[in-house]
């Protein structure tokens, strides 16, 4: 496996073992890409997360991919942030802990991830990067791991903690 890589893309349209929404705790779809996510997949997802019935921040669970590319779509709670004097660097890096954890677990290789909680959660996204940079690191020796992000200003930011973390 090689470090983490970074595109410019639509996740809902890569191919690999998992992409990762970056869910609220409800898991419902939402208006961001989560919203993206589950129209792509379909209404099989909604109705999956609606059994599974919610999940906590910094915590993660499997669903199928459904009519995605991705066989699976790994929903992650990513925290909002409130001024960062509330574990939001710790909640946010136990989230990219428990997505990879998650996938190791069940065999998957191949994981596309989003930019957790820099959206409407606005998270400052130089922090989010690094986080998300370190940890993807940590397993690199177990799967490849490719970071999609939605424009070039947050996949610039990404590559340059790839970047960073690789020195």
Not at 6 to 29: F, G, M, P, R, Y
Not at 67 to 83: D, E
Not at 123 to 150: G, H, M, N, T, W
Request: overall charge neutral; hydrophobic content about 40%; glycine content about 8%.
């Amino acid at each position: 496996m090689t470090g983490p890589t970074v595109i410019c893309a639509d996740i809902t349209t890569q191919s690999a073992d998992a992409i990762v929404n970056s869910a609220h705790k409800s898991l419902l779809a939402g208006s961001g890409l989560s919203g993206l996510i589950h129209r792509a997949a379909g209404p099989e997802l909604e109705l999956t997360c609606r059994e599974i019935g919610g999940c906590p921040t910094g915590s993660a669970v499997l669903t199928p991919g459904f009519k995605l590319a991705a066989k699976h779509v790994i929903h992650a709670v990513g925290p909002r942030w409130l001024g960062g004097t509330r574990g939001e660097a710790e909640l946010l890096e136990r989230c990219y802990h428990s997505v990879f954890n998650l996938a190791v677990a069940h065999g998957l290789r191949t994981v596309c991830s989003p930019s957790i909680s820099t959206g409407i959660y606005r998270f400052p996204l130089d922090e989010a990067s690094l986080i998300a940079a370190r940890v993807a690191k940590a397993y690199q020796s177990s799967l490849d791991i490719c970071f999609v992000c939605f424009d070039e200003a947050t996949a610039a930011a990404y590559r340059s903690a790839v970047d960073w973390r690789s020195a």
